[in-house]
């Protein structure tokens, strides 16, 4: 089993910028693959980015490439995502997910690749 925790959810004006952190705990040894997706009012929840355990490889929605950049820290099993350049548009709920069963030591875009999932951080941008 794997418990994630995400924080750093906050109401932030356009522009401006938020860190999101993902804790891990439980069997973290066995990830592969770790993802950021996001899920506003309305709509379907939607892949944002992903990254490998090792940190060797990232792949990023185009809407927030540039702008967003995904990171691990193994020593303290904790996965980030630094957003800058923030648009109203990034309102949404932002989840962490991590893979267990996919190839090890890939990255995936697709949510059905992803086994465990935290509670969402809340993140919303004003204009």
């Known amino acids: 089993q794997v418990q994630l925790v995400e924080s750093g959810g906050r109401l932030v004006q356009a522009g401006g910028s938020l860190r999101l952190s993902c804790a891990a705990s439980g069997r973290t040894f066995t990830t592969y693959c770790m993802g950021w997706f996001r899920q506003a009012p309305g709509k379907e929840r939607e892949f944002v980015a992903t990254?490998?355990?090792?940190?060797?490889?990232?792949n990023y929605a185009d809407s927030v490439k540039g702008r967003f950049t995904i990171s691990g820290d193994n020593a303290k099993n904790t996965m980030y995502l630094q957003m800058n350049s923030l648009k109203p548009e990034d309102t949404a709920v932002y989840y962490c997910?991590?893979?267990?069963?996919?190839?090890?030591?890939?990255?995936?875009?697709?949510?059905?690749?992803?086994?465990?999932w935290g509670q969402g951080t809340q993140v919303t941008v004003s204009s």
């Open positions: 997910a991590v893979s267990v069963n996919y190839r090890p030591f890939s990255i995936s875009r697709r949510s059905g690749h992803y086994d465990y």
């Open positions: 990254i490998n355990w090792r940190g060797s490889d990232t």
